[in-house]
């Protein structure tokens, strides 16, 4: 059984199209996380969620929404795509804010926007 | 200038040899994590790390809190260690929050 889960694996979808991406960990983990790797292969926090509550909001556009339905769940629907939005996606887990243990990343999702 | 710098980013090496990588921070961290992520983008973790040193058949991390300042080797090195190592920390507070660096493209030929 995979830990974290991400669908799709990838995701080719035209300019200004809605799409969404989803999460989800069977580890029992409290805290689930989506981040973004760009070209560079640079990665940066998006948005957290712990327990269904949003602790992590970093500057992102406000086109894109996390949503956590609940705990083992963190889906991240984007608005009105972007050429700059093409990336890999990464939701990773952990069993809570502040603690190491168990840090779970899923194998990503290649989103390219045309 | 990102929080987190890595050394070299880039590094090819002849298979057998050893290798370092280097990690620097600037903010005050809990702990620091190792991940390696292979062509094909799956990320792993390799080591956590708070203090000390830790080891893991070729692999050695050590770290230097007071340096802020970490290291990753590869002993014996071998054309399946070729990935992208990542060298991430987590920033002290309530938010389980990781600080990426750049990351290291190492190429091992056979």
């Known amino acids: 059984d995979t830990a974290v889960s991400q669908t799709p694996k990838y995701l080719v979808t035209q300019m200004g199209n809605d799409k969404s991406i989803k999460c989800e960990q069977n580890?029992?983990?409290?805290?689930m996380y989506w981040y973004k790797q760009d070209s560079k292969k640079f990665l940066k926090i998006m948005f957290s969620y712990n327990n269904k509550e949003l602790i992590i909001n970093e500057t992102v556009p406000n086109r894109f929404s996390p949503k956590s339905p609940d705990k083992a769940h963190l889906n991240l629907h984007i608005n009105s795509l972007e050429l700059g939005d093409s990336a890999v996606y990464f939701c990773?887990?952990?069993?809570?804010?502040?603690?190491?243990?168990?840090?779970?990343f899923g194998s990503g999702t290649r989103l390219t926007v045309v | 200038k990102n929080e987190v710098e890595q050394s070299p980013q880039n590094l090819t090496a002849q298979e057998g040899e050893f290798i370092t990588i280097n990690c620097s921070y600037s903010v005050g961290i809990s702990a620091l994590h190792w991940l390696q992520q292979h062509p094909g983008g799956g990320i792993v973790s390799l080591f956590m790390?708070?203090?000390g040193k830790k080891k893991h058949g070729r692999l050695i991390a050590t770290i230097n809190i007071q340096e802020k300042h970490s290291s990753l080797h590869i002993t014996a090195s071998h054309p399946r260690d070729s990935a992208v190592y990542i060298c991430a920390v987590l920033y002290g507070g309530a938010t389980n929050k990781l600080i990426f660096g750049t990351g290291t493209l190492l190429a091992v030929q056979p």
């Open positions: 990773a887990s952990s069993q809570a804010p502040g603690q190491w243990v168990g840090y779970t």
């Open positions: 580890l029992g983990h409290d805290t």
């Open positions: 790390l708070s203090s």
